[in-house]
Nanobody, 123 residues
Framework: VQLVESGGGLVQPGGSLRLSCAAS????????MTWYRQAPGKERELVAR????????NYADSVKGRFTISRDNAKNTVDLQMNSLKPEDTAMYYC?????????????????WGQGIQVTVSS
């Protein structure tokens, strides 16, 4: 099983980045996919979540209207389009997968995690 994030980096405030997570080794379409982030000294935060066929999408209040999560079950990928980035979006971003028997209520319920990718928003 692998989840591999890509697309991170350094961007100026107001800029955009698109993160992608490529999954392998499990039946992707049966899993809820979520992007989490964790900044230094802060707790891990759910950023965006999408159910197995995209029927339900949820965002953290802090990113609503700026971030968009999407998935392609044919390509086994889940993306996070991040617009109007702010310095407070700076964090390590992680892709996570949970078998979709029910929507997870805690990060501990996720079955698989990527290694994370750094996003830094700074001028």
């Amino acid at each position: 099983v692998q989840l591999v994030e890509s697309g991170g980096g350094l961007v100026q405030p107001g800029g955009s980045l698109r993160l992608s997570c490529a999954a392998s080794g499990f039946t992707f379409s049966r899993y809820i996919m979520t992007w989490y982030r964790q900044a230094p000294g802060k707790e891990r935060e759910l950023v965006a979540r999408i159910t197995s066929f995209g029927g339900s999408i949820n965002y953290a209040d802090s990113v609503k209207g700026r971030f968009t999560i999407s998935r392609d079950n044919a390509k086994n990928t889940v993306d996070l389009q991040m617009n109007s980035l702010k310095p407070e979006d700076t964090a390590m971003y992680y892709c996570a997968a949970a078998y979709s028997s029910r929507i997870p209520t805690d990060a501990k319920e996720y079955d698989y995690w990527g290694q994370g990718i750094q996003v830094t928003v700074s001028s």
